[in-house]
């Protein structure tokens, strides 16, 4: 069965830098919108960037905007989160998911009821 998996995770100092990425073993990654979720200790999944089909759009939460970059390459059914100027709020367990229906986003959040498929996750742990 195909899978999304993370990987990249790890535990950086504030200020550090870390690329998380995401391979799909599955015959459709290019279709499809993906995005970057994550999960704070003790808090629910929050979202935190979204992008279409061919990567030319994006979409991402204000508290990440600036310093993080959702990116994919479709040649390598790949996805990636490059995440600069890391601050303790940052830590998480950072998942990928891909949307069930639509290959473009729209200029607000998306509601994690859309997306279908989902990795394990990977741990991002900053200290301070």
């Known amino acids: 069965q195909a899978q999304l998996v993370e990987s990249g995770g790890g535990s950086v100092q504030t200020g550090g830098s870390l690329r998380l990425s995401c391979v799909d073993s599955?015959?459709?990654?290019?279709?499809?919108?993906m995005a970057w979720f994550r999960r704070p200790p003790g808090k629910e999944r929050e979202f935190v960037a979204t992008?279409?089909?061919?990567?030319?759009?994006?979409y991402s939460t204000n508290s990440v905007r600036g310093r993080f970059t959702i990116s994919r390459d479709n040649a390598k059914n790949t996805l990636y989160l490059d995440m600069d100027n890391l601050k303790p709020e940052d830590t998480a367990v950072y998942y990928c998911?891909?949307?069930?229906?639509?290959?473009?986003?729209?200029?607000?959040?998306?509601?994690?009821?859309?997306?279908?498929?989902w990795g394990q996750g990977t741990q991002v742990t900053v200290s301070s």
């Open positions: 599955g015959h459709i990654f290019n279709r499809y919108a």
């Open positions: 992008i279409n089909w061919s990567g030319d759009e994006t």
């Open positions: 998911a891909q949307d069930k229906f639509s290959a473009q986003i729209g200029n607000m959040e998306p509601a994690i009821r859309d997306f279908g498929r």
